[in-house]
Structure formats: C-alpha cells, structure tokens
C-alpha cells in the first residue's frame, strides 16, 4: 500500500455514460497525476496538478475528460459520452514534485487504479 | 516535447543477468526513474538516477549517461518474480510532467 488511493476500482460502463474516478494522494504531497494506461503500454500522461493548479493538460485529451482538484487535495476525472476506446487503466500518482534537490528523489507514488470497461 | 525509447520485449534465464536500456531525447533534465511493473498492477519504484553513474541497490543497478542521454536498468541472479514490465520514465524537472516509456516486459524462464 503506498498511501494513495483511488475508488472505484473497476468500473463497467455503457457507452455514453458518463464516468468520474477518485483519486486519494498522500496527504504532504503536492502534486497529483492522472495518467492512462493499455494493454502492453506505459502509462500515458493525462493531466497534472501543483497543489490545486492543473498545470499541463495532454492534447491528446478530448473535451469529454475534465479534472479537478479543490482545495489541493483529492482529485476527480470525469469522462463524458463514454466511448469504447476509453477502456483502459487510469492511473493516479502523486509526488513531493522536485525541488532540485538530490534528496528529494520526487518519486511517484501510484495508486492501486481504477479499470475502466466500456461497452 | 519527450521521446523515450526502450525495447519491447525481453527474454532471460533464471539466475542469469540482464540489463534494460533506456534511450531518451527531452527537453529538460532533472533525473530518471525506473519502476517495475507486474502484470495487473500499478507500478512501483526502483530508482532515481540524478547523477552519472551506476547506483547500487541489491540486485539491481540502474546506471545514467545525460551527455549520452543513455540509461541503463541492471537486474541480477535474476528470479521468476522478475517477470514484469519495466518502465523508464524521465522528470525533466521544473513544473514539467513526468513522462513515462513504453516498457519493456521481461519474461523470465527456468
């Protein structure tokens, strides 16, 4: 268990629905990540927050997928109009973030993630 | 923007040793991670390289050239509980993201 945690784990969706994860990091960590991730694939980079500043978004992100993070502490991924090829891992992280020092590896810490289904 | 390669697939014995490179082109540099993943699960740290140089830790090392842009994941007496894809992953440092390889998965055999 690294501390963080996400909810629900698995989720089977119809297409068009609309779908939110939970993401849970370790309390002194500043900064939260969402990455997807397939089938024989690494995790691909979605959106990150500083605190609760969403500081980069992937363009290969859809309008339909939106996060938050108020208050600087969980966050939450909405998908809407669910689509088939939005099966997939998605994948919560969080980190001290890197502060240029060598001690502070800034190493992610990854969530258990949440299975998405949509059929 | 970031590229990250490293091979797909590998196959090594039991006991044996291998080494997985990690090739990368970004557009900031702050250090490189290594984390393991098995199949079905998140995956978990190994490594931080900051510095050039081969770190040490138990069976595995990961070494790091940033004039070469070059790592290196070294796994030794390998164990079937090896098996597991292994992410190399690049902090470009700042408020840059994170950005992770494709893996490479690594089957080990009797």
């Known amino acids: 268990d690294t501390g963080v945690s996400q909810d629900p784990r698995h989720k089977i969706t119809k297409r068009g629905q609309n779908v939110t994860f939970r993401c849970d990091p370790i309390s002194e960590h500043n900064r939260l990540y969402w990455y997807r991730q397939t089938l024989g694939q690494g995790p691909e980079f979605l959106t990150y927050?500083?605190?609760?500043?969403?500081?980069?978004k992937s363009r290969l992100l859809s309008d339909r997928f939106s996060a938050e993070r108020p208050k600087g502490s969980f966050s939450t991924l909405e998908i809407q109009r669910t689509e088939q090829g939005d099966s997939a891992m998605y994948l919560c992280?969080?980190?001290?973030?890197?502060?240029?020092?060598?001690?502070?590896?800034?190493?992610?810490?990854f969530g258990e993630g949440s299975r998405l289904t949509v059929l | 923007g970031q590229n990250i390669d490293q091979p797909t697939e590998m196959t090594a014995t039991e006991g044996a040793i291998v080494q997985i490179n990690c090739t990368y082109q970004?557009?900031?540099?702050?250090?490189l991670f290594w984390y393991q993943q098995h199949a079905g699960e998140a995956p978990t740290f190994l490594s931080y390289n900051v510095l050039d140089g081969l770190e040490e830790k138990g069976r595995f090392s990961s070494f790091l050239s940033r004039s070469k842009g070059y790592s290196y994941l070294l796994l030794k007496e390998l164990q079937m509980k090896d098996s597991a894809s292994y992410l190399c992953?690049?902090?470009?440092?700042?408020?840059?993201?994170?950005?992770f390889g494709t893996g490479t998965k690594l089957q080990v055999i009797p």
């Open positions: 927050f500083q605190n609760e500043a969403q500081l980069e």
């Open positions: 992280a969080s980190s001290q973030g890197t502060s240029g020092s060598y001690a502070n590896t800034g190493e992610l810490f």
């Open positions: 970004t557009s900031g540099f702050n250090g």
């Open positions: 992953a690049v902090d470009p440092g700042g408020y840059q993201k994170v950005t």
